[in-house]
């Protein structure tokens, strides 16, 4: 009996000490059921070696009772297992030249999505025997994206992106931000795949630091909608992707510039970014005043297009050179990116700039037509201000798994005042007889320019994998005010010389503008996969431009009184609709892509203008058109560094209303325009052929591109010169009208060819970097009824090592040489021939840790410029720096610019009408004193539940 009640005293102690460890709020109540275990999940990882590097390609075997499945890890380094039965399993990772690990995992089975901890994976030193693998190439080919892996790039502490790019193969960056991949200029900047500061090329490379660089990625762009639904249409952009490291992430950079120099010259910039793996808020402003011109390293050349298809070539300031003149310029602006929630994601941009562009320009040379040419000299003086904002905002919102939609709402304004005062002097060598005007005039134009856009996305994704579904919506609007203040003096000389004035006239216009856009675009695509590897694509798009155009002018008498001419103005509105259907049928296999369909493109060009030559009422135009277009892309990929591509493309170019009106436009006295309206648009067939190959043992890439324009049906103006006799006090002179009309023309043609090879040596000290291009175009156009035909060929070909023998020795030398030559059949039309060899050197020497100096040397030889300018110009620039603290993030800057003076920049523009050379002073001798500072803090990898956060191919976070 006293054991019994021992027994119960002892049980009745412990059941009370057990109550007592239960929380109050528990007691009472009933425990909650636990969640039954999920039949199926999904398991994620990234393999990694000890150095952090991804180890793309890695075998992985996941194993346990229910399942056995294996895959290997992609680009990223990034594997996935779908439907996996059970939450215990055993993995097994392989890669080669790395010592194999298996390990047991044993997880929540109630959690849909599984993402481990990051496997690495130790290197095996008997397998390597001495050799180093780092894991995956420097430089990958994947279908639309070239990819360099910037760890493999040395820069110095706190240096910017445009410093990691110079060392990269196939890159030209320019000294005002401008940057070519493989002879193609890029267009657009984003950072971790979303635009990037409204996707200003210059203000991403010129200020975001190169340390926190984990990829930078060139891709053929071809629109959100095509990033999410796959169908590829258009032209694509080249963009500029750059993909932040994980550990630089979440944290803070900034940067702050300040200068002043000699004659009111002085240079401020403030750049501040936050980060935190998709959030980011930054602030980039810059106030200066400097001179445009003013050369230095990088993109070598200058080509330029001219009108009718005809090719121009910068001298004199060598490479890096751009538009002329001095400039106070300002460009604060504002980015913003944020998720909010798991769901919704925003992206908002806002910049302002300014520029106030004063500039002296001096111009000579030669126009052509069929009935003889002419010799001019032009000189005048222009003030330009301008002021813009822009404002862009984006809104992702994940519905569910099956649903998307992305809300995109833009604003822009742009204004901007000039006045120009020009003289130019024609001497006319016509078969008619000489004629020599001289136009001595000032005009003036107010502008102002607001834009509206809004654009909606939506996508839908059915269970079937690839099948989906997507609209697209977008409107903008614009309506521009322009108001132009004219006034001209005309005369008119017997001979060659000024000294028997025949005939002086006035012309003094007031002209106002205004020119309304609205432009409706609906869009709607669809994929049906029909096997593995294979889908149908059908895209409809509808675009709809309406056109709303009126121009009022007025003249100034002698006595200052305004008097209207009604029938000078110009008063038009008209709309163009397109329609798109295309079905394409599309392969994606592991090393061949083939696309083949086609695309019905109707359209029609409806419009009115009032008849200012008849009673003043209206004339209505409608056309109409159709055409077929085929469409084909493939790729063929050997490795993921080897690739060849050739792409086929066709597209409409619509006439101009103004081309296709049925009467005479009187606008300009001079220059009276007649309108075809039989009028057919021009066809353009595009062939693109690109092949690159990155030997990573070697560290060689070679890249070659070529690409080849034929057209049909090209639009051309054929202008018919008529004469008028002018007679005064019995001297005789001649006055040329020129009546303007359009035809089309076949033959035309352009073919281009591009290649950069590149190599580095002795771990990436010397890298030599060989770029070239050789383009060759055929023009077809008319002249007084008459066909003629222009031809052009150019050859641009440049050398430029980079070598660095050691962290404290930077030289690169450059050599360019450029030949440009033209011919016409027109009427004494001589060939023109330009050359242009270019000896450059820039670089920097660290010295005492703390000190540098930097150089910069540029010496070219132009011939076929004739004598106007400098033609062997030497431009040098130099600088010296002091850095200070343990981080040496403070820096003291002096630089001097163009110390000898001769940086006058000659460019020299050929079209199937005329020869251009144009000399810009640039005022460009100065010099800057100041200071830079960078500060950097980061605090570590993004997370989300304690785990680190997995990432897309373009660099964005999964939440």
């Known amino acids: 009996m006293k054991r019994s009640l021992l027994i119960l005293a002892v049980l009745f102690l412990i059941s009370g000490t057990l109550l007592a460890q239960i929380p109050q709020n528990m007691q009472g109540r009933q425990q909650r059921p636990v969640a039954p275990p999920l039949p199926l999940r999904q398991v994620s990882g990234i393999v990694k070696d000890s150095s952090d590097n991804i180890l793309a390609g890695a075998v992985i075997k996941l194993e346990s009772p229910k399942d056995t499945m294996s895959t290997s890890a992609n680009a990223d380094g990034i594997f996935i297992f779908k439907n996996v039965k059970s939450a215990t399993f055993v993995l097994t990772v392989a890669s080669i030249g790395y010592r194999r690990l298996v390990k047991r995992f044993l997880n929540n089975d109630a959690v849909p999505r599984l993402v481990l901890d990051p496997i690495i994976l130790k290197s095996d030193v008997q397998t390597l025997k001495g050799v180093t693998i780092n894991g995956t190439p420097s430089i990958t080919y994947k279908t639309d994206t070239v990819e360099y892996k910037a760890s493999d790039y040395k820069v110095r502490a706190n240096a910017t992106v445009d410093e990691l790019l110079k060392k990269m193969e196939g890159f030209e960056v320019g000294s005002d931000g401008t940057v070519t991949h493989q002879g193609q200029q890029i267009t657009k900047a984003k950072l971790n795949g979303k635009e990037y500061a409204g996707g200003d090329v210059a203000q991403a490379i010129q200020n975001l630091p ?65 980060i935190n793996a998709n959030e980011q808020l930054g602030v980039i402003g810059r106030l200066a005043n400097t001179v445009n011109g003013v050369a230095s390293s990088g993109v070598a050349g200058g080509a330029t297009n001219g009108g009718g298809g005809g090719t121009g070539v910068g001298a004199g300031a060598g490479r890096g050179s751009s538009s002329p003149g001095t400039t106070k310029s300002g460009s604060p602006s504002f980015n913003y990116r944020d998720q909010w929630g798991k769901k919704i994601e925003v992206i908002g941009s806002y910049a302002y700039r300014f520029s106030d562009n004063n500039s002296i320009n001096d111009s000579y040379g030669q126009r052509y037509s069929t009935n003889g040419s002419s010799n001019f000299v032009n000189h005048n003086t222009a003030e330009n201000n301008s002021k813009s904002h822009n404002v862009r905002f984006e809104m992702d919102y994940t519905i569910d798994k099956a649903n998307y939609l992305q809300i995109t709402p833009t604003f822009s304004y742009t204004g901007s005042n000039s006045l120009t005062n020009s003289l130019t002097n024609n001497i006319n060598y016509f078969t008619t007889g000489l004629e020599h005007p001289v136009v001595n005039g000032t005009s003036s134009n107010t502008n102002a320019a607001p834009a509206y856009g809004l654009t909606a996305f939506y996508l839908h994704v059915f269970k079937k994998p ?68 294979s889908q149908i694509e059908f895209t409809g798009q509808i675009r709809r431009a309406v056109y709303d155009n009126k121009a009022i002018s007025d003249t100034v008498l002698a006595n200052g009184q305004i008097q209207e001419l009604t029938r000078l103005d110009n008063i038009y509105n008209y709309s163009f609709t397109e329609s798109r259907y295309s079905i394409n049928y599309r392969y994606n296999g592991t090393k061949y892509n083939l696309s083949l369909g086609a695309l019905a ?7 009115n203008k009032v008849n200012n030559s008849g009673d003043g009422s209206a004339v209505s135009t409608s056309h109409n058109y159709f055409r077929i277009i085929p469409v084909f892309r493939a790729s063929y990929s050997w490795s993921r560094t080897e690739r060849i591509s050739f792409t086929y493309t066709g597209d409409n170019v619509e006439p101009q209303f103004q081309q296709i009106q049925p009467f005479t436009d009187r606008t300009d006295p001079n220059n009276i325009v007649v309108g075809n309206p039989n009028l057919k648009p021009t066809f353009t067939n595009s062939l693109n052929l690109v092949y690159n190959n990155y030997l990573s043992n070697s560290k060689l890439n070679l890249s070659f591109n070529m ?29 040329t009208i020129n009546e303007i009309t359009y035809a089309n023309v076949e033959g035309s043609h352009a073919i281009v060819g591009r290649y950069n090879i590149a190599k580095q040596l002795s771990d990436r000290k010397y890298n030599l970097s060989l770029n070239g291009n050789i383009t060759y175009n055929y023009s077809e156009a008319m002249s007084n009824n008459q066909l003629y035909h222009n031809t052009n060929w150019r050859f641009d070909e440049r050398f430029g090592p980079r070598i660095s023998p050691t962290e404290n020795i930077e030289i690169n030398p450059y050599i360019g040489y450029d030949l440009s030559r033209s011919f016409t059949t027109l009427l004494g039309a001589a060939p023109t021939m330009l050359r242009t060899t270019s000896l450059a050197v820039d670089g920097r020497v660290y010295f005492f840790k703390t000190f540098q100096i930097n150089y910069s040397a540029t010496k070219s030889y132009v011939t076929g410029l004739g004598k106007l300018g400098n033609p062997s110009p030497f431009v040098i620039n130099a600088g010296f720096e002091k850095e200070f603290f343990q981080k040496k993030n403070l820096v003291i800057t002096f630089n001097v610019f163009d110390l000898l003076h001769q940086n006058n920049f000659i460019q020299q523009t050929v079209t199937a009408q005329a020869v251009t050379n144009t000399l810009s002073n640039t005022l460009s ?18 997370t989300r539940n304690g785990r680190p956060m997995q990432r897309r191919g373009d660099g964005s976070f999964m939440y």
Not at 601 to 607: A, E, H, I, T
Not at 708 to 725: E, H, K, L, P, R
Not at 925 to 942: A, D, E, H, T, V
């Open 466 to 533: 690839r099948r989906n579904l997507s609209l697209q919506y977008s409107v903008t609007t614009s309506n521009t005010q322009q108001n132009g203040d004219k006034n001209n003096n005309y005369r008119y000389y017997a001979d060659s010389t000024t000294d028997r004035l025949v005939s002086d006239s006035l012309s003094h216009l007031l002209t106002n503008r205004s020119s309304r856009n609205t432009t409706y675009t609906t869009t709607g695509t669809y994929v049906e996969p029909i096997g593995k590897y």
């Open 210 to 274: 190169a340390e926190i660089v984990e990829k930078i990625q060139v891709v053929d762009d071809y629109g959100d909608q095509a990033a999410r639904t796959g169908i590829k249409d258009g032209d694509p952009q080249k963009v500029l992707n750059i993909t932040t490291r994980a550990d630089r992430s979440v944290g803070t950079t900034g940067r702050l510039t300040g200068q002043y120099g000699n004659n009111d010259r002085y240079n401020a910039q403030l750049f501040v970014q936050r």
């Open 601 to 607: 493109l109707p359209s029609r060009l409806d419009g």
């Open 925 to 942: 001798r100065y010099f800057l004193i100041g200071m830079r500072l960078s500060l950097q803090k980061w605090s570590g990898r993004p």
């Open 707 to 735: 690409n080849g324009t034929f057209y049909q049906d090209q639009i051309t103006s054929n202008t018919i010169q008529m004469v008028q006799i002018i007679t005064n006090n019995g001297a005789t002179t001649r006055k």
